[in-house]
């Protein structure tokens, strides 16, 4: 009998005690940064002692990686805000795909609901996105949804979907005073969910009959906010959040030739005064934002309301102008002015 017969009849007869044993050979790819895990684990995979062990493990391995088809996901933020800028998110992406190089950095100052960065961030068109928000309220659901902590993330969930939304309920929670960043995070969710338009600032009140006559369940859909908070939590190596200064977070990146700016600050320049009625932070140097975005070394594409103000502030910073139309939340038809650097030549 040849050499690699007598080899073959051998590794037959080994494979056949190992099975009489209940094991089986298995050929397993592993990254190399996961070389080091699977060597840990690698003698326990053969003790029937650790089966019950491995599965758990295995259950929440797939639940931290398991991954949501985004096109099945429109609407990735958990907030909803008056005047939203879904119809943002295309234009954002035809201009990114006009860009000569990709960003390293997309860099959202004034992230409020973040739609169009997230989007960025799940879509994989920027090597990190970065998320700066200055309103404590809004933070805190970041810093969860985009924190270490398991605990308080599955906190936050559960609490979502085991939500009774009584009227008590509801102004026991958006009276309180809580200091837990998680506890925070759900009031935060509930004062969005619940008041009027979604308005955050003080004085909003509580929707009333609300759509198709639900009052406090009009807008309220748990499975949907955990599954959108969910999939953003399997990508947030991708994202990072500050809680701060729109300007600090502006200069920061303002000498990276490859970072892309998003520039949609929650205040009105101009006759508008809707600013100081929507959002807790309502007072900005329009000026000095003009000023300080138009010198950043990367591109930028900055939202502003269609005013008289601002076309001649984009004016004396040299900077291009577009209108683009869009529907607001009664269906009129209104303009938004889209603004970016000249074309180089």
Not at 83 to 90: A, D, I, Q, S, Y
Not at 151 to 168: G, H, K, M, V, Y
Not at 176 to 187: D, L, V
Not at 274 to 281: E, I, K
């Amino acid at each position: 009998m040849s050499n690699d017969a007598t080899s073959l009849v051998r590794q037959k007869k080994r494979l056949s005690r190992m099975a009489e044993r209940g094991l089986q050979r298995s050929t397993v790819l592993v990254h190399e940064k996961n070389k080091e895990s699977l060597d840990i684990l690698r003698p326990h995979f053969a003790d029937p002692n650790c089966a019950d062990t491995l599965v758990d493990l295995a259950k929440t391995a797939s639940k931290k990686t398991k991954t949501v088809n985004v096109a099945q996901v429109k609407h990735l933020s958990p907030f909803r805000y008056p005047g939203g800028k879904t119809w943002l998110v295309p234009e954002v992406r035809r201009w990114m795909s006009s860009l000569n190089y990709r960003p390293t950095h997309f860099v959202e100052p004034f992230a409020g609901g973040a739609i169009t960065g997230l989007t960025i961030a799940a879509e994989g068109l920027a090597d990190r996105v970065v998320l700066c928000e200055m309103d404590a309220d809004v933070a805190a659901v970041w810093h969860v949804v985009f924190g270490n902590s398991d605990a308080d993330a599955d906190w936050l969930f559960n609490q979502i979907e085991s939500a009774r939304l009584t009227e008590t309920f509801v102004r026991s929670i958006i009276e309180s005073n809580p200091r837990a960043m998680r506890k925070r995070a759900f009031r935060t969710i509930l004062k969005n969910r619940c008041q009027r338009g979604g308005i955050l600032a003080p004085g909003a009140g509580l929707v009333k009959a609300g759509e198709n006559g639900k009052g406090l369940l009009s807008r309220w859909y748990p499975e949907t906010l955990v599954k959108r908070m969910s999939l953003l939590r399997s990508i947030r190596e991708r994202i990072t959040f500050i809680e701060g200064d729109a300007f600090d977070v502006i200069n920061e990146y303002a000498a990276n030739d490859h970072a892309a700016f998003l520039i949609d600050p929650p205040y009105s320049l101009g006759g508008k005064k809707a600013g100081s009625r929507l959002y807790t932070h309502n007072a900005i140097d329009h000026e000095m934002l003009f000023l300080e975005i138009s010198q950043v070394n990367g591109q930028f594409l900055m939202t502003y309301d269609d005013a008289r103000e601002v076309v001649d502030m984009a004016a004396r910073h040299n900077l291009v102008v577009a209108k683009v139309p869009m529907k607001n939340t009664h269906h009129a038809i209104m303009y938004e002015l889209l603004i970016k650097k000249p074309t180089q030549d």
